[in-house]
């Protein structure tokens, strides 16, 4: 393979979730190997996520957006990589109006922006029949029992375009979370693997949330995550239509209007360095 030359990066964070963005939209090819080079926190940028910008694929789209977990495998959505997407065409197209579309992996993503590098997202319905998450369980249920590392657990699932299982807990300490998170996402129930949200309903408004994505370990913030836990905890009747959910990179707002709208999340942005990867082609 020729030397492509050097690939110019933007490293950026939502609630401390971060990632690094490639802009693809002129034919630049990006590989799973490519991805865990400059993914890897020792020998390259380091990131939760690989985020190439695309062209729009829909007419009314300003472009679009591929996801890459740090193992080179694939996601199909990712709320605090769409904000940091969304605040970088800003900065590279100051004409973009306040309101705009994204073509995601799974489907249109409508963006507001709020200013000082906030962004809402309207991220879609969850989805909570078990075949369209998929997990493979007999029937749709509110909550499911699996062995998960030696004991019962119970755990709600849903889809925010990726799938998404939580377990409620009283505290949420680490020994949990490092145990159960890989030990779930490896049940054979799960066919593309999950991402383990582990909440603390603290009130009607606000809960505290951890989350282990698939490909990548625990990360700081997870926005598909708080969107999922919230509609799951809703239909539950554990928390209100409108929460805050605190994880350990900051806060983000999650409003679920009522069962037939789209999940709408909003949260920060910020830039911490562009620069060029020569990286070994």
Not at 217 to 224: H, I, N, Q, R, Y
Request: hydrophobic share 40%.
């Amino acid at each position: 393979m020729s030397d492509p030359g050097p690939l110019h990066f933007s490293k950026m964070h939502g609630a401390g979730n971060d990632f690094v963005l490639v802009d693809c939209r002129q034919g630049r090819v990006i590989d799973a190997a490519i991805v865990r080079a400059m993914a890897d926190r020792h020998r390259g940028i380091g990131c939760d996520q690989f985020i190439t910008i695309e062209p729009a694929h829909s007419a009314g789209a300003v472009a679009g957006y591929r996801i890459w977990n740090t193992d080179g495998s694939s996601a199909q959505q990712c709320g605090n990589g769409a904000r940091c997407v969304a605040a970088w065409l800003r900065r590279e197209h100051a004409e973009l109006p306040p309101h705009f579309v994204l073509d995601s992996p799974a489907g249109a993503v409508a963006v507001e922006t709020l200013g000082g590098g906030n962004y809402a997202l309207q991220l879609g319905r969850p989805e909570f029949r078990p075949e369209r998450i998929p997990l493979r369980v007999d029937a749709e249920a509110l909550t499911y029992t699996l062995n998960v590392a030696g004991e019962a657990v119970h755990f709600a699932a849903a889809s925010m375009g990726n799938p998404h299982a939580l377990i409620e807990m009283s505290e949420l300490d680490d020994a949990s979370v490092q145990r159960l998170g890989p030990a779930l996402q490896a049940r054979p129930e799960f066919p593309d693997g999950v991402n383990v949200g582990f909440a603390r309903v603290r009130s009607r408004s606000a809960i505290d949330l951890r989350v282990y994505e698939r490909g990548v370990g625990e990360t700081l913030a997870c926005g598909s995550g708080a969107c999922a836990a919230v509609a799951i905890l809703v239909r539950a009747g554990r928390v209100g239509r409108s929460v805050r959910v605190s994880l350990p990179g900051g806060d983000l707002e999650i409003a679920w209007p009522d069962d037939g709208a789209p999940v709408r999340m909003a949260g920060p942005t910020a830039f911490v360095f562009d620069g060029d990867f020569e990286g070994v082609w």
